[in-house]
């Protein structure tokens, strides 16, 4: 099973947006928060290799940001029911 994990900010849009898209998919995912969970957020910022958020992972491989992960759902690239589904 896939797993996502994202680096946010709470005051950052696109993170919003991001994540808003993820549960319009019915899609779980781990949240990073560059403020609440600094260490953990930079090494993740490291290995994405860019210094903005929202940074999406798909298993522990960078793929973007906001607009790549809509692409990306969007464009049926990826088979979603191989993701981690919410239970809600």
């Known amino acids: 099973m896939k797993t996502i994990t ?19 998919h019915d899609i779980e995912y781990d949240e990073v928060d560059l403020l609440r969970d600094g260490r953990e957020a930079q090494e993740l910022m490291l290995k994405s290799g860019q ?10 491989k960078p793929i973007g940001g906001f607009t790549e992960l809509a692409e990306l759902l969007n464009n049926h690239e990826f088979d979603v029911s191989q993701l981690q589904m919410a239970v809600h």
């Open 51 to 60: 210094r903005t958020v929202p940074q999406v992972f798909i298993n522990e």
């Open 6 to 24: 994202m680096v946010t900010s709470p005051q950052c849009h696109y993170c919003h947006s991001a994540k808003d898209l993820l549960k319009q």
